[in-house]
């Protein structure tokens, strides 16, 4: 997966955050109409998902996508999306979010996949092939149905995110009401006076990249010295 020199970014509680689980998918349609059995079906529709799926495409066999998050782009959109990546090849830098729309191009606008989000993955079951009986499939069990398929790729990453909160203090009042736990987007922060608890990469650069947006920033961490890349503490000190 692409770095940002970092394991992840964001403002509010704790070093490696994330956000709250997806909400139920009550509404979300079931797989019935998925039901052709794929070359490959990849967990994960992060950046390694959606080039896993480009690369079956370019040797013409068929996939799809599947992801607990209720989004494509895994962490880079979950965590960071407004964030810069500076080592993706043939990049100088690019944003998260536009990395991910040009994956997204990439793989979903030229080859047929269809992509599952909101949808967790349970167990793998075996089966005969319906096209070769002495051969098997896998049969994919989901949190909403079944899928078939000859391979799986698992490109989870980090998995599911989230958030680290902070300990012994119940934050639920303020979430969403001045207590945050990624930073989706910076104009939100702009002109105001923002507390950043961490030190590891999550918060030193948020803290960085912040410093054009918000009027003040205090960075709070419980120990003495930083965790995050060396480059990024020199930036705050």
């Given at each position: 997966?692409?770095s940002?020199?970092?394991?992840?970014?964001s403002?509010?509680?704790?070093d490696?955050?994330?956000?709250?689980?997806?909400?139920?998918?009550s509404?979300?349609?079931?797989?019935?109409?998925?039901?052709e059995?794929?070359?490959v079906?990849v967990?994960?529709?992060?950046?390694?998902g959606?080039?896993?799926?480009f690369?079956a495409?370019?040797?013409?066999?068929?996939?799809?996508?599947?992801d607990?998050?209720?989004?494509?782009?895994?962490?880079?959109?979950?965590?960071?999306?407004?964030?810069?990546?500076?080592?993706?090849?043939?990049?100088?830098?690019?944003?998260?979010?536009?990395?991910v729309?040009?994956?997204?191009?990439?793989?979903?606008?030229?080859?047929?996949?269809?992509?599952?989000?909101?949808?967790?993955?349970?167990?793998?079951?075996?089966?005969?092939d319906?096209?070769?009986?002495?051969?098997?499939?896998?049969?994919?069990?989901?949190?909403?149905?079944?899928?078939?398929?000859?391979?799986?790729?698992?490109a989870?990453?980090?998995g599911?995110?989230?958030?680290k909160k902070?300990?012994?203090f119940?934050m639920?009042?303020?979430?969403?009401?001045g207590?945050?736990y990624?930073?989706?987007?910076k104009?939100?922060?702009?002109?105001?006076?923002?507390?950043?608890?961490?030190?590891?990469?999550?918060?030193?650069d948020?803290?960085v990249?912040?410093?054009?947006?918000?009027?003040?920033?205090?960075?709070?961490?419980?120990?003495e010295?930083?965790?995050?890349?060396e480059?990024?503490?020199?930036?705050?000190?």
């Amino acid at each position: 997966m692409p770095s940002d020199r970092s394991n992840g970014a964001s403002a509010g509680a704790g070093d490696h955050d994330g956000v709250p689980p997806a909400p139920p998918h009550s509404g979300a349609p079931s797989l019935e109409h998925d039901s052709e059995v794929r070359d490959v079906t990849v967990i994960g529709a992060g950046p390694v998902g959606l080039s896993t799926a480009f690369w079956a495409g370019m040797r013409e066999a068929s996939s799809r996508i599947i992801d607990s998050l209720p989004d494509l782009g895994g962490q880079l959109t979950t965590l960071y999306p407004e964030k810069w990546i500076f080592d993706v090849p043939g990049y100088p830098r690019v944003l998260a979010k536009d990395l991910v729309e040009q994956l997204r191009r990439q793989t979903l606008d030229q080859f047929d996949v269809p992509v599952h989000l909101e949808t967790t993955a349970d167990r793998v079951e075996y089966e005969p092939d319906p096209e070769d009986p002495e051969r098997q499939i896998m049969r994919l069990v989901t949190d909403r149905g079944d899928l078939l398929t000859r391979t799986i790729v698992i490109a989870g990453g980090h998995g599911a995110f989230e958030p680290k909160k902070l300990p012994g203090f119940d934050m639920t009042p303020w979430e969403g009401r001045g207590a945050q736990y990624l930073v989706g987007e910076k104009a939100a922060f702009a002109g105001k006076r923002v507390m950043i608890v961490g030190g590891g990469d999550s918060a030193c650069d948020w803290t960085v990249n912040l410093l054009d947006t918000a009027a003040d920033i205090t960075l709070v961490h419980r120990r003495e010295g930083f965790r995050a890349h060396e480059v990024t503490v020199r930036e705050i000190e």
